[in-house]
């Protein structure tokens, strides 16, 4: 049973406006969530995290939210450029406290932002 | 580049046989991770390391097998491989595997190919 589930396989927005990636997740003890973005041909790349005592943490363009009650996390970028065209993953861990730090991640959503 | 090397970049072998992937982690990190990316499927947790010793395994066969060493890089041992094996195999590193403000930073990948 997937623990971390991304629905939505591909998004396609135009550039200049927002995109919204979503993710849901059924584990309550999950107390840190990250989103990576990974080009073709090479790993994924952290782009930003949160923790589960936050509902929401900003980064320049790209600010990710958090809604621990309907178990919900999203992430916006915006403005959406070209350069940000990847599949972008949603993780999330029940590392903080000492446990494993492992990550288990979505399928991945393709974001393609175009001209 | 995130610091994290991974060789090689591809391998091609057959069914039955075995393999080594290779694993240095970022200067100063005592974490490694490794994860499978198959066709379609998200990054799955294979097995975390911290300072040469095993802290957690996910959905590892028992034909894997894997080892960190003193100079803190990591080897993947794949074993009586089939062809459903072929993946993309991820390394990880990240300074103490306690996940929350712990991010872990990707390699590469290794891309294994079993005909």
């Known amino acids: 049973d997937q623990q971390v589930k991304q629905n939505s396989p591909s998004l396609s927005v135009q550039e200049g406006r927002i995109s919204i990636l979503n993710c849901d997740y059924t584990?309550?003890?999950?107390?840190?969530f990250l989103w990576y973005k990974k080009y073709p041909a090479e790993g994924p790349t952290f782009l930003i995290s949160i923790s589960s005592i936050k509902d929401k943490n900003e980064d320049g363009r790209f600010t990710v939210f958090l809604n621990k009650s309907a178990k919900h996390l999203s992430l916006h970028i915006v403005p959406s450029q070209p350069g940000d065209s990847a599949v972008y993953f949603c993780a999330a861990s029940a590392g903080y406290g000492g446990s494993q730090g492992n990550l288990i991640f979505g399928k991945g959503t393709k974001l393609s932002v175009k001209p | 580049d995130s610091g994290v090397t991974q060789t090689p970049k591809h391998l091609i072998t057959a069914t039955g046989q075995r393999v080594t992937l290779r694993c240095s982690p970022r200067?100063?990190?005592?974490?490694v991770y490794w994860y499978q990316q198959s066709l379609d499927q998200g990054l799955q947790f294979l097995i975390h390391y911290y300072n040469g010793e095993e802290r957690a395994k996910g959905n590892i066969l028992e034909r894997f097998s894997a080892q960190q060493f003193p100079d803190l890089h990591s080897e993947l041992n794949l074993s009586s491989l089939e062809l459903g094996d072929s993946a993309l195999y991820f390394c990880?590193?990240?300074?103490?595997?306690?996940?929350?403000?712990?991010?872990?930073?990707f390699g590469p990948g290794t891309r294994l190919t079993v005909l």
């Open positions: 584990n309550s003890m999950f107390d840190y």
């Open positions: 200067s100063g990190d005592l974490s």
């Open positions: 990880a590193s990240s300074v103490e595997g306690q996940g929350f403000g712990d991010e872990q930073f």
